[in-house]
C-alpha cells in the first residue's frame, strides 16, 4: 500500500526536513563528523503503529548512510516500553533527522491508533467506519494512509475527486432537486447531506444514492434507515465519539464518519535514544522501505 505512496512520502519528508534543519543543525556540529554509532526508537504506550516509511526517509534524506532495521510494521500493535527499530550511521546526521523522524511516527500512529479504536467499538455492526477532509494541512495523504492502516476507510481525497452536496450548496444551486440535477451531469460519486428526515425524503425522491445524515439524533438515524429500504447508503455525521459511535452503528446506518480520526489526535509518545555501545555493529537493513 505505501507503495502508491512514495512520492508523496518524499515529498512530505523534503519539506518537513527544510522546515527543521533550514541552513544547517547548529547543535549537531558539536559531533565529530566521522563518528558513527546506533540508536534506538522506543515506544513508551500501546498503539497502532504507522509512518515507518516517513521514518525511514527522514534518515536517508539526510544521509543515504543511515540503516535501519525494523522490528515491527506499520499496521502492528506496539506494547509500551517496545523497540521499535534501530538506527545506525553517522550520529550527526542521526540526531538531525531524530525529531522529524519521530514527529512523523508518533502523528501517523496515533490516527492509526485512534481509528483502531473506533473500528473496535462497532465490532459485529454492518457499519463502517469513514474518515473526513478534516486533516492536518499537508499530510492529508498520510493521514488516510493510516486510517487505513487502523482499520477504517477513505471518503474523498479533496475536492477533485467525488461531489458532497452540502447545505450551502442546495442554498446556491436552488434547492435539493436542482442540485442533484447538476450534479449528475458530471462523472463523479455524489453525496447529499441533509439535515432533517423530509430532506431526506426529498433526496430520495430526486434520486440520490448516497445521503450524509447530519447530526441525526438516534431515533432520527432509526427513523432514516427505516425510511430508506436501503435505497441509498446511509452516513452518520456529528455527535460521533467513543462513547456514541456503537450505538449510532446499532441504527443500520451503514458509514459513520469520524472528523477525530486525524483532527483530535494525541501524538503517540515515542522517544529515540543512543545505544551505549557505540562501536559499529554489523546488521543487514531488511526493512521493506529501504529504499524510501
Given at each position: 500500500?505505501?507503495?502508491?505512496?512514495?512520492?508523496?512520502?518524499?515529498?512530505?519528508?523534503?519539506?518537513?526536513?527544510?522546515?527543521?534543519?533550514?541552513?544547517?543543525?547548529?547543535?549537531?556540529?558539536?559531533?565529530?563528523?566521522?563518528?558513527?554509532?546506533?540508536?534506538?526508537?522506543?515506544?513508551?504506550?500501546?498503539?497502532?503503529?504507522?509512518?515507518?516509511?516517513?521514518?525511514?526517509?527522514c534518515?536517508r534524506?539526510?544521509?543515504?548512510?543511515?540503516?535501519?532495521?525494523?522490528?515491527?510494521?506499520?499496521?502492528?500493535?506496539i506494547?509500551?516500553?517496545?523497540?521499535?527499530?534501530?538506527?545506525?550511521?553517522?550520529?550527526?546526521?542521526?540526531?538531525?533527522?531524530?525529531?522529524?523522524?519521530?514527529?512523523?511516527?508518533?502523528?501517523?500512529?496515533?490516527?492509526?491508533?485512534?481509528?483502531?479504536?473506533?473500528?473496535?467499538?462497532?465490532?459485529?455492526?454492518?457499519?463502517?467506519?469513514?474518515?473526513?477532509?478534516?486533516?492536518?494541512?499537508?499530510?492529508?495523504?498520510?493521514?488516510?494512509?493510516?486510517v487505513?492502516?487502523?482499520?477504517?476507510?477513505?471518503?474523498?481525497?479533496?475536492?477533485?475527486?467525488?461531489?458532497?452536496?452540502?447545505?450551502?450548496?442546495?442554498?446556491?444551486?436552488?434547492?435539493?432537486?436542482?442540485?442533484?440535477a447538476?450534479?449528475?451531469?458530471?462523472?463523479?460519486?455524489?453525496?447529499?447531506?441533509?439535515?432533517?428526515?423530509?430532506?431526506?425524503?426529498?433526496?430520495?425522491?430526486?434520486?440520490?444514492?448516497?445521503?450524509?445524515?447530519?447530526?441525526?439524533?438516534?431515533?432520527?438515524?432509526?427513523?432514516?434507515?427505516?425510511?430508506?429500504?436501503?435505497?441509498?447508503?446511509?452516513?452518520?455525521?456529528?455527535?460521533?465519539?467513543?462513547?456514541t459511535?456503537?450505538?449510532i452503528?446499532l441504527?443500520?446506518?451503514?458509514?459513520?464518519?469520524?472528523?477525530?480520526l486525524?483532527?483530535?489526535?494525541?501524538a503517540?509518545?515515542?522517544?529515540?535514544r543512543?545505544?551505549?555501545?557505540?562501536?559499529?555493529?554489523?546488521?543487514?537493513d531488511?526493512?521493506?522501505?529501504?529504499?524510501?
Open positions: 500500500m505505501l507503495d502508491e505512496l512514495l512520492e508523496e512520502v518524499q515529498r512530505n519528508v523534503r519539506a518537513a526536513l527544510a522546515e527543521d534543519i533550514g541552513s544547517g543543525d547548529a547543535t549537531a556540529r558539536l559531533i565529530p563528523p566521522k563518528k558513527t554509532g546506533t540508536a534506538i526508537i522506543r515506544t513508551r504506550q500501546k498503539a497502532i503503529l504507522c509512518g515507518t516509511g516517513w521514518a525511514q526517509a534518515f534524506q539526510v544521509n543515504q548512510d543511515c540503516n535501519m532495521h525494523w522490528l515491527a510494521a506499520d499496521g502492528d500493535e506494547e509500551a516500553g517496545s523497540i521499535l527499530c534501530r538506527i545506525q550511521g553517522p550520529l550527526r546526521d542521526l540526531l538531525t533527522a531524530e525529531r522529524t523522524a519521530i514527529n512523523f511516527l508518533q502523528t501517523l500512529s496515533a490516527t492509526s491508533t485512534r481509528t483502531r479504536q473506533y473500528v473496535d467499538a462497532i465490532k459485529g455492526t454492518p457499519a463502517q467506519i469513514y474518515d473526513t477532509r478534516k486533516t492536518l494541512p499537508g499530510l492529508r495523504l498520510a493521514q488516510k494512509y493510516a487505513r492502516i487502523g482499520g477504517g476507510n477513505n471518503q474523498r481525497i479533496g475536492l477533485y475527486d467525488a461531489i458532497l452536496i452540502k447545505e450551502n450548496h442546495i442554498s446556491a444551486a436552488g434547492g435539493i432537486q436542482e442540485a442533484l447538476q450534479a449528475g451531469r458530471f462523472p463523479y460519486p455524489v453525496q447529499i447531506e441533509v439535515e432533517t428526515l423530509s430532506q431526506m425524503e426529498e433526496a430520495l425522491r430526486h434520486g440520490a444514492q448516497s445521503i450524509l445524515l447530519d447530526n441525526f439524533t438516534l431515533q432520527q438515524l432509526h427513523d432514516a434507515v427505516r425510511l430508506n429500504q436501503h435505497q441509498a447508503i446511509l452516513e452518520a455525521s456529528g455527535g460521533v465519539n467513543l462513547d459511535v456503537r450505538q452503528a441504527t443500520g446506518v451503514d458509514r459513520i464518519s469520524v472528523g477525530q486525524t483532527k483530535d489526535i494525541g503517540i509518545d515515542l522517544s529515540m543512543l545505544e551505549t555501545s557505540q562501536a559499529d555493529s554489523a546488521f543487514f531488511i526493512s521493506p522501505y529501504s529504499k524510501g
